[in-house]
């Protein structure tokens, strides 16, 4: 097994990890980025992730997707873990633990106070998972999102009440 | 009202209001960090976070702290919202929701999907808040993280791993 970070040529790959993780996680259809996206949002000159592939034998068997973020408490950057995810043919060889290991190991080097990400509450073996790893379940914490129209709408009243003042 | 982008000035303001935030989030002694760590953070050349600062009369009244994220569904920047907060003598006059769709506005100009923050589950006040202004409780997702030795020990074990292999 081999980890190494991703090269633009991966782009293809990445999405297909995108793709199984968002079937896995039961929301098949939410995949709208494209290959271009991954390719410009990745790998121009100001990047907003960085992703590691795992692979055996030159084939990519998971990856782990992720973005410095900022603990206001600590006055530090963090890690942000977006995706991590191993297709299920590979599970069971460690290929998620040495992912994780990498990213953590990314973190400590960055001078970074924590590594953050999020799971679903019904996915028991993963809690599991990084339980056994070190890893604290944020339980009081609820996670709130705006997006595509009510974005949208906030952002434009914001923009009312500037053309009104 | 106004709302504007912090300057290195305000840092010693900006940990003020990191302070009263831990403090009503039932976490007074969990800041450590310093305006040293603040300044070198926020306002070098790569910043990892920005600030909006609300006044009245040229008094702080509320701030959001944010930095971009990375939406892998949508392929677009996000917008993470660490921190926002008003002082309580200040609530009830629409500061925080000025804020708010600022931020949005901030998320709309810089092409991203969503707008994304935490919240503590017995913060009725605030989940009410938000979703009168067209957030979505994320209730299925619960936030883990790893930080401090468990950190360093997750990463130790990738530094063992490759002197190994």
């Known amino acids: 097994m081999a980890i190494r970070n991703a090269i633009e040529a991966d782009v293809p790959e990445i999405l297909a990890f995108i793709r199984a993780l968002a079937k896995y996680e039961r ?3 939410a995949v709208t ?11 121009g000159p ?16 998971g990856f782990a ?15 942000y873990l ?8 590979f599970r069971g060889r460690g290929i998620g633990k040495a992912l994780l ?14 590594l953050k ?6 996915n028991t073996p993963a809690i599991e998972f990084y339980s056994a790893m070190g890893a604290q379940l944020m339980d009081e914490w609820r996670s709130m999102r705006v997006t ?6 906030l952002a434009g009243d914001a923009v009312s009440a500037e053309t009104a003042s």
Do not use: M
């Open 27 to 29: 929301a098949p259809d």
């Open 33 to 43: 980025a494209t290959e271009g996206d991954l390719r410009s949002h990745g790998f």
């Open 46 to 61: 100001n990047p907003f992730y960085q992703c590691l592939i795992a692979e055996e034998d030159g084939r990519p068997t």
């Open 65 to 79: 997707f992720f973005f410095f973020d900022y603990s206001t408490w600590i006055g530090r950057p963090g890690i």
């Open 82 to 89: 977006e995706d991590i995810f191993v297709y299920p043919e």
């Open 101 to 114: 290991q990498r990213v953590a190991a990314i973190a400590v080097q960055k001078g970074c106070a924590r």
């Open 117 to 122: 990400w999020e799971v679903l509450d019904w």
């Open 148 to 153: 595509g129209e009510a974005l949208a709408r």
